[in-house]
Each structure stands twice: as C-alpha cells, then as structure tokens.
C-alpha cells in the first residue's frame, strides 16, 4: 500500500535510505564506542566505508569519532538527495 500511495520512483528511493541507514549506524556505532571486534560491527563498517570513502577528510577533526560521524553523515544526506534526484528522473 505505502508503495502505491508513494507512486513509482518509491523503490529507486530506497537503495539510497539503504546506504544512508549503514552510514548514519555506523556513525552512531562510532560514537557509541561499538566494539570493532563484532562480527556485524565490522560487516556494517566494511559496507559503510565502501560508500562513504569519498567523503573521508572532508572535515579533519582534532578527535577521529566525531569526524568520522560528521563526514559519513554528510555522505548519508548527498546519497539520499542524488538517490531522490535519480528517483525523479527515472519517474519522468
């Protein structure tokens, strides 16, 4: 129901809420001090890094946790608005 009430473009939208929910968790996971050694800590941080890699050093901060949630957050917002971009295009 939510897709139809969303109209076509409602699955292209989410393979960028997809990537978003790995970076903005792993940044949470980062702030949070998650244990690195956790097999699903390591998994989400693999499939973040992959999508946030060109982000990294954006913002070089004095500490490397809030960095690393600044510059993967930025990540999160420029893939979701190119994921609605395209989502638009496609639906046109």
């Known amino acids: 129901m939510l ?3 969303r109209g076509p473009q409602w699955p292209d939208v989410r393979c960028g809420l997809i990537e978003d929910a ?3 968790t792993v940044a949470v996971l980062v702030l ?3 244990n690195p050694a956790n097999d699903i800590v390591d998994t989400l941080r693999e499939i973040a890094r992959f999508f946030a890699q ?3 050093a954006i913002f070089e901060l004095e500490r490397r946790r809030p960095e690393i949630a ?3 957050g930025i990540a999160a917002v420029v893939y979701l ?3 609605r971009l395209i989502a638009k295009l496609l639906t046109r």
């Open 70 to 72: 600044l510059n993967w």
């Open 3 to 5: 897709c139809r009430e």
């Open 32 to 34: 949070l001090k998650a």
């Open 22 to 24: 790995a970076a903005v």
């Open 81 to 83: 608005v190119v994921a």
């Open 54 to 56: 060109p982000f990294d």
